[in-house]
């Protein structure tokens, strides 16, 4: 069974505490890192943007990526988020497993 690490970028630290505490109860993560020191330079509506985000950094199973992704989308404040998810091909197993159990 694999494990994927899904990031995604909000526009605060309150928003992205908030999304990353619903989706650890929902099951839908084993864990969420937040990064809240990124620097954002994107195109916009033909403008170049220039913004303050936090990045959250979610670990999940391959069982539930998609509903992550789902739930990340629906509930995200921006029209057009950034939600990639990378399948890990690398990781010890002790925390393979803690993953998995997590996400049951």
Not at 50 to 61: G, M, R, W
Request: net charge positive; with cysteine.
């Amino acid at each position: 069974m694999k494990i994927y690490l899904v990031n995604s970028f909000f526009p605060s630290l309150d928003k992205a505490k908030e999304i990353g505490k619903i989706v650890l109860k929902k099951k839908l993560a084993a864990c969420v890192n937040i990064n809240d020191k990124i620097k954002s330079f994107f195109w916009w509506k033909n403008k170049l943007s220039n913004e303050n985000e936090v990045e959250l950094s979610f670990k999940t199973s391959f069982n539930k990526v998609t509903k992550l992704i789902e739930f990340l989308e629906k509930n995200h404040p921006y029209e057009c988020p950034c939600i990639i998810a990378f399948k890990v091909d690398k990781a010890n197993k002790k925390y393979i497993d803690w993953v998995l159990d997590q996400t049951k």
